[in-house]
T-cell receptor
Framework: ETGVTQSPTHLIKTRGQQVTLRCSSQSGHNTVSWYQQALGQGPQFIFQYYREEENGRGNFPPRFSGLQFPNYSSELNVNALELDDSALYLC????????????FGPGTRLTVT | GQNIDQPTEMTATEGAIVQINCTYQTSGFNGLFWYQQHAGEAPTFLSYNVLDGLEEKGRFSSFLSRSKGYSYLLLKELQMKDSASYLCAVRGLTTDSWGKFQFGAGTQVVVTP
């Protein structure tokens, strides 16, 4: 069984640039959720994808967007990067929207300068 | 919406017991989850409660009282490797929160020799 993987591990971008983060869900899981975790804080829900459709969104502006592919892998895109976007971005996969367990990937550490 | 509160930090001695409290206010509730997160790593699932009462998993136990909006995670026979942040998370139930996890800021547990 393959766990949740994310790429890249680390990324440094300049303010105003765009970034794409990738996530491969655990085998058999059809739901992916994305979170932003600032230092010393808990993860903040960005959005969730279920069977290739967005299934809910947290309090993030439209410049945060995403996709889910037929193999249930997912992308998080952030446009017009701001300094405050510097954080650990986590994706978590589960089986179904109400899956009892979410399995987190190792995260992508994004630094915006 | 949901508001989740947990202490910022707790210190305990190796071999001792520590109880981490979590209180929440939510417009819809469909489960309370506990995750462990070591520094620089992804959260890992520990336990969850949907109904009132105590769930035991080895050295970890979690308790829920839905009427009081209260949960705790009990860590017994503390080991040095238990030094980590412990995240309390509530899963939503209402139309706009279905399946979403709202995390607290985390409780940093420091285990001393």
């Amino acid at each position: 069984e393959t766990g949740v993987t994310q790429s890249p591990t680390h990324l440094i971008k300049t303010r105003g640039q765009q970034v794409t983060l990738r996530c491969s869900s655990q085998s058999g899981h059809n739901t992916v959720s994305w979170y932003q975790q600032a230092l010393g804080q808990g993860p903040q829900f960005i959005f969730q994808y279920y069977r290739e459709e967005e299934n809910g969104r947290g309090n993030f502006p439209p410049r945060f967007s995403g996709l889910q592919f037929p193999n249930y892998s997912s992308e998080l895109n952030v446009n017009a990067l701001e300094l405050d976007d510097s954080a650990l971005y986590l994706c978590a996969s589960s089986m179904g929207i109400q899956g009892d367990e979410q399995y987190f990937g190792p995260g992508t550490r994004l630094t915006v300068t | 919406g949901q508001n989740i509160d947990q202490p910022t930090e707790m210190t305990a001695t190796e071999g001792a017991i520590v109880q981490i409290n979590c209180t929440y206010q939510t417009s819809g509730f469909n489960g309370l989850f506990w995750y462990q997160q070591h520094a620089g790593e992804a959260p890992t699932f520990l336990s969850y409660n949907v109904l009132d009462g105590l769930e035991e998993k080895g050295r970890f136990s979690s308790f829920l009282s839905r009427s009081k909006g209260y949960s705790y995670l009990l860590l017994k026979e503390l080991q040095m490797k238990d030094s980590a942040s412990y995240l309390c998370a509530v899963r939503g139930l209402t139309t706009d929160s279905w399946g979403k996890f709202q995390f607290g800021a985390g409780t940093q547990v420091v285990v001393t020799p």
